[in-house]
């Protein structure tokens, strides 16, 4: 075995199980989002499902309700989770605790999460309840809607929720990985606390904080289960959208659902480049 | 026990300089044998073609007449201790030491007592509870020894075991290493790119170039009868003159010498090591002008020019006090420390 | 405001904040009727957890289901990952960065993306509404993680120790056993951690691949969210993050150190 094959017959097994799953469904979406299915007498690719969700304002509203959810998601999660970052490198009393509460975030599915906020920012909450209490609210629904609402605000706080000690605990790692003299040696050349993190720590950590956003707004953007359980019925995000029109009775809509995995998939694809600019060394170890 | 290497050859696609080619090589039972030679020699080639984790292109090689090539690493007897020391770092010494026992699945008893009594040997008694991190350089590549010794080994490789050691640990452990052979009998080759711990250790001495093995002799042997100018600047050899043998005497720019007894005639190379070339007030053979003087401390270099020959000798510092760049003097080249290589081939 | 007291306070309104969200699901499990606008339920019952816990609503068998889902993914992703990780750690290749872009591509890319797609295929491959589909579908998005998480482990391996172990008369199985396996272990662990998570949070690819015949906690927890019994929700939440947390105290102790043990997992 030469050191040349070696390395590829060690990665066959992986290679091959991710083909055969996930490139075959990714491949044979995009064949069918060209709506070809001979089984049902379209043996002509064509571009009309994607004609027609980019000129259905339904499409268009639950593409632009996603990417306000990933990005608003994303932003706010990325800044909570940098002051955590920092906060947890310090040493203070409950710092343990709070260690302990970020990772076991990091356990708790997310369907969870998305229940737990529902019961505590509904109109009938924990958090309409305490309003009442303080006399700010009579009934329900003077209490703002914070889910199924059009600006998914419920949805927006679970993922800010769940993220947030994931890209702390990256962040934490990058963090630690750097050398002590760097900060340090910023102070005695005249630099105060906010220049030594503007200028030294963020710069070193901006690689992992873009590799774990870009890993963030994916999840946000494609997630199924969440803005189902907490999204409104109009406009529905992106991921449900697409699979109500997948298992829609009507077989011909099925085109439709697949164009739009497809335009999910792109919009991966771009974070995926995003994520290997930053994330992955132009030259692996020599 | 007697290992032998015949035509062995192994080259690599990727790395032209680590091959080994054409080696044939005998390892006498009970001696140390160094395997010597500059970095990418393929020294650590052979080793590995030896201990079996690699396989050789062609060639054969053989433990006391059977070829051991279908053997895997761990069937041959065969202990290699790897630079570094490399104690596993998730054992404690014991442990490490118990390694090749417990794989072989010795009764715990007997283990115990084996790696008690080879940790005595090693003088590493009561450390063997330590990990790794908390032994120094010089316990661990005891560690490694035992580790090897423990399973009585039929042959013991050793890769450059002073190299990682400090200057002052590198005795003691050149000291432990003799003493280890004497006591168990072991059959060693060791690895080094030292000649001066080669010369120092050794029973026998191999010297590898490039792949090929050069010369194959006792320690005094090649240091002082080399047999290419390549084994001799190796051995620190700086003063090589062209010319040729001619019944007992050597002709070249240089003029006639006279040669010790046995040397062939024809074309060939003098040579005389610089610590044998004599500085003298008279004519001597020839004279020579200094051109270079540097105090090493228990001898001084000074180079010369002969007649448009440069030589190098080294001597007393007090013989060269009066000397200066520039300055003439009567060079004596002995005969007895003169010694003719064949001319290298054009190349 | 000194600087100690700021992160006091950071830290205190920070660790509410992650509590929050569980908190009226632990109250809910054992509420007997909660009305707004009640802060705090009137009567408290132990019926929700009763029924959750009871054969007929069918929570132990999704727990059962669920556990040996993901345990099988783990040791699928594992099996496959060690060779992965070993190729990417150990070996510079050509082509090595594309690997690695379609070894995270699965990772990254929502699974609504591929999963009309790969509900087509598993139909193909008569793999749908089985485990072992369920199985397969999981591990698209466990592999990346486990082969990145071990790739890392091998980078810092330095395999001359296998070598050594051989030629100290150690068999290849042997050298895996007691020496590629412990220097690689802790890596192992928190892969295998994280692939367990993955596939024990996944809700998607079980309700396309699995059909409605494959049904784990997530899908039954979701059918009793959406049918408003918030009780016995609260309590199969509940139930449901339980192994999280048992698994992270147990590995804390054995490998954090000072460290995040899940951090480590999560380095670049």
């Known amino acids: 075995m030469s050191r040349r094959t070696r390395p590829l017959l060690l990665l066959a097994p992986a290679l091959v199980l991710l083909g055969g799953l996930f490139f075959a469904g990714l491949g044979l979406g995009l064949v069918r989002s060209f709506r ?115 600006l998914a605000i419920g949805i927006i706080l679970t993922y800010v929720w769940k993220e947030l000690p994931f890209i702390a605990l990256i962040l934490l790692a990058n963090l630690q990985a750097i050398p002590p003299g760097h900060e340090a040696a910023a102070r005695s050349l005249g630099a105060g606390r906010w220049q030594v993190l503007r200028h030294v720590t963020l710069p070193l950590l ?41 298992t829609a009775v009507d077989l011909m809509h099925r085109p439709e659902a697949y164009a739009m995995a497809m335009i999910v998939a792109l919009v991966s694809a771009v974070l995926l480049a995003l994520y290997a600019s930053f994330a992955l060394p132009r030259r692996a170890r020599p | 026990m007697t290992l032998e290497l015949r035509d062995v050859t192994k080259t690599f696609s990727d790395d032209a300089s680590s091959g080994v080619r054409n080696v044939s090589l005998r390892l006498p039972e009970g001696q140390l044998t160094a395997l010597l030679g500059p970095s990418g020699a393929g020294k650590t080639t052979a080793m590995r073609l030896i201990a079996g984790l690699l396989a050789p292109d062609s060639g054969d090689i053989l433990l006391d007449g059977t070829s051991i090539l279908p053997l895997p690493p761990e069937r041959r007897g065969i202990v290699l201790v790897f ?60 560690g490694a020894l035992a580790r090897a010794l423990v399973l009585k080994p039929r042959l013991m490789l050793l890769d450059e075991p002073l190299s990682s050691l400090d200057v002052a640990l590198r005795e003691d452990m050149r000291d432990l290493i003799r003493h280890l052979q004497r006591a168990t009998g072991v059959t060693l080759l060791m690895v080094t790119h030292d000649q001066s711990e080669a010369v120092a250790l050794a029973d026998r001495i191999a010297l590898m170039m490039a792949g090929r093995l050069i010369q194959e002799a006792g320690p005094d042997e090649i240091f002082q009868r080399p047999n290419s100018v390549a084994t001799a600047r190796f051995f620190g050899g700086t003063n090589f003159l062209p010319g040729r043998a001619d019944k007992g005497r050597f002709i ?84 007895h420390a003169l010694w003719v290589l064949p001319a290298p081939a054009a190349d | 405001m000194t600087v100690a007291r700021l992160q006091l306070m950071a830290g205190v309104v920070l660790a509410a904040a992650l509590i929050a969200p569980l908190v009226p699901l632990a109250i809910w499990s054992f509420a007997h009727g909660w009305r707004f606008p009640d802060l705090m339920p009137r009567q408290y019952s132990l019926a929700a957890w009763t029924f959750a816990l009871s054969a007929q609503s069918g929570v132990l068998s999704s727990l059962w289901t669920t556990f040996a889902i993901a345990g099988a ?84 391996f330095d395999p ?21 396996l412990p220097m690689i272990g802790p890596s192992l662990l928190i892969g295998s951690l994280f692939a367990f998570l993955v596939s ?69």
């Not at chain 1, 289960?225 to 029109?245: K, N, Y």
């Not at chain 3, 793999?127 to 698209?140: D, K, P, R």
């Open chain 1, 36 to 150: 070809y299915m001979p089984a049902l007498g379209l043996d002509t690719p064509d571009l009309a499902a994607y004609a027609a969700i980019l000129q259905s304002g339904t499409f268009l509203a639950s593409l632009g309700l996603s990417l306000w959810i990933a990005a608003a998601s994303t932003v706010l999660a990325s800044i909570l989770a940098l002051g955590t970052a920092l906060l947890l490198r310090e040493t203070f009393p409950g710092r343990a605790l709070i260690g302990f509460l970020v990772q076991l975030n990091l356990t708790i599915p997310h369907v969870v999460g998305a229940i737990g906020i529902l019961y505590l920012v509904s109109q009938s909450g924990s958090f309409a309840r305490l309003a009442f209490a303080a006399g700010l609210v009579a009934v329900p629904s003077d209490f703002p809607p914070l889910t199924h609402d059009p």
């Open chain 1, 206 to 246: 901006m690689p992992g904080l873009v590799a774990a956003s870009s890993l963030v707004f994916a999840f946000a953007f494609g997630a199924y289960e969440i803005p189902l359980l907490l999204g409104a019925h109009a406009p529905e995000a992106l991921p449900v959208a697409t699979w109500r029109g997948f």
């Open chain 2, 83 to 142: 630079q570094n020391a490399l104690l596993f770092p998730h054992m404690s010494l014991a442990e490490n030491v118990a390694f090749g026992l417990k794989m072989r699945g010795l009764p715990r008893d007997e283990t115990a007592r084996r790696v008690a009594e080879m940790l005595d040997l090693v003088q590493l008694t009561g450390l063997g509870s330590r990990r790794p991190h908390e032994l120094s350089g010089g316990q661990l590549q005891r």
């Open chain 2, 252 to 335: 070249s720019s240089l003029g006639p010498l006279v040669l010790p007894p046995g040397q062939p005639n024809g074309p060939g190379v003098l040579t005389i090591r610089p610590e044998a070339v004599q500085l003298v007030d008279g004519s001597g053979d020839v004279r020579a002008q200094v051109t270079e003087k540097l105090f090493l401390g228990s001898q001084t270099r000074v180079r010369l020019l002969a007649d448009g020959v440069p030589l190098t000798a080294l001597v007393a510092p007090d013989r060269a006090e009066a000397l200066s760049p520039g300055s003439w003097i009567g060079v004596r080249l002995p005969t």
């Open chain 3, 73 to 156: 993914t783990t040791v699928v992703a594992a099996v496959i990952g060690l060779p992965a990780g070993r190729a990417l750690g150990l070996y510079d290749f050509p082509g090595k960065r594309i690997v690695l872009l379609l070894l995270i591509a699965p990772a990254l890319v929502p699974a609504i993306a591929i999963a009309p797609g790969l509900h087509a295929v598993f139909l193909h491959l008569g793999l749908s509404a089985s485990w072992t589909g369920v199985v397969l579908a999981h591990l698209i998005p466990v592999i990346p993680y486990m082969t990145l998480i071990l790739a890392a482990a091998f980078a810092r």
């Open chain 3, 160 to 180: 001359v120790h296998e070598d050594q172990a051989r030629s100290l008369g150690a068999r290849p199985w042997q050298v895996f056993r007691h020496i590629t």
């Open chain 3, 200 to 268: 024990w949070s996944q809700y998607l690819l079980t309700l396309v691949i699995g059909g409605g015949k494959v049904q784990t906690l997530p899908l039954t927890l979701y059918s009793f969210a959406a049918a408003g019994r918030n009780d016995i929700t609260g309590a199969i939440a509940l139930i449901y993050i339980l192994p999280g947390v048992v698994v992270l105290i147990f590995t804390a102790r054995r490998i954090t150190g000072r460290h995040p043990s899940l951090a480590r997992g999560l380095a670049p």
